[in-house]
């Protein structure tokens, strides 16, 4: 008895969800990461690098990351320009640069660029990873807590019971953007939902006692 591969099914993969899928992954994803096109403009960037700059993810489409970030050498982006013209496809680290689009912080860190084809288009797109150096948990923490005046307002909003939206608005942030300090915090005090993060806020002293409304304790505004 022969296998007819013709009386199978064929599953046609529907490209609209799977692309559905990726941005909402993207979305979740703590770390700030952009698809770029070949010359570096931003095609879609995640909430995380959206909130570097105090907006939402649709404004950076269309712009440069070499209008947004300085790179530290030179020499790093030659290499990587070199390497994509010659169609090569390793991974390149690049130090970089930027001033936030909150309060005008200096900023340093590393973006990884990995060119990835993208099927049906011949040429590359570029997933840029950004790691932020200022946000690197410290390896033995202070007694006290430690975070940036932008995390202390927003923390002393959470304990009031403030929303979100509220947050962001007293703040001038997107909701985005305190989505995004939030998980942060979350993440490096490893505590899951906003009563448990006000709670430990509260066991590290970020936040002062016996004060109503919430408001940060003295000497904990710091880089964290």
């Not at 994509?84 to 309060?103: A, H, M, N, Q």
Request: aromatic share 6%; net charge positive.
């Amino acid at each position: 008895m022969t296998h007819n591969m013709a009386d199978e099914p064929v599953v046609v993969e529907d490209m609209g969800t799977w692309r559905n899928h990726f941005l909402t992954l993207l979305d979740r994803i703590p770390m700030p990461i952009a698809v770029c096109r070949i010359d570096g403009e931003v095609i879609v960037a995640n909430p995380a690098m959206a909130a570097e700059w105090g907006t939402a993810p649709g404004r950076l489409r269309g712009r440069s990351l070499r209008d947004l970030f300085t790179p530290r050498s030179e020499p790093q982006l030659d290499r990587l320009v070199r390497a994509l013209r010659t169609g090569r496809t390793s991974r390149y680290p690049i130090e970089v640069t930027w001033r936030t689009g909150t309060d005008g912080a200096l900023r340093e860190g590393e973006f990884t660029i990995d060119p990835v084809m993208a099927v049906p288009h011949p040429a590359p797109v570029l997933l840029a990873m950004l790691y932020v150096r200022d946000e690197r948990p410290e390896p033995t923490p202070s007694p006290h807590g430690v975070v940036s005046e932008a995390q202390a307002r927003i923390l002393a909003l959470a304990a009031s019971g403030a929303t979100t939206a509220a947050i962001g608005k007293a703040l001038g942030l997107t909701v985005d953007g305190v989505n995004y300090h939030l998980t942060r915090l979350a993440h490096r005090w490893r505590v899951q939902g906003r009563t448990a993060l006000v709670a430990k806020a509260y066991a590290l002293g970020v936040l002062a006692p016996g004060r109503w409304p919430p408001a940060a304790a003295e000497g904990v505004i710091g880089q964290p």
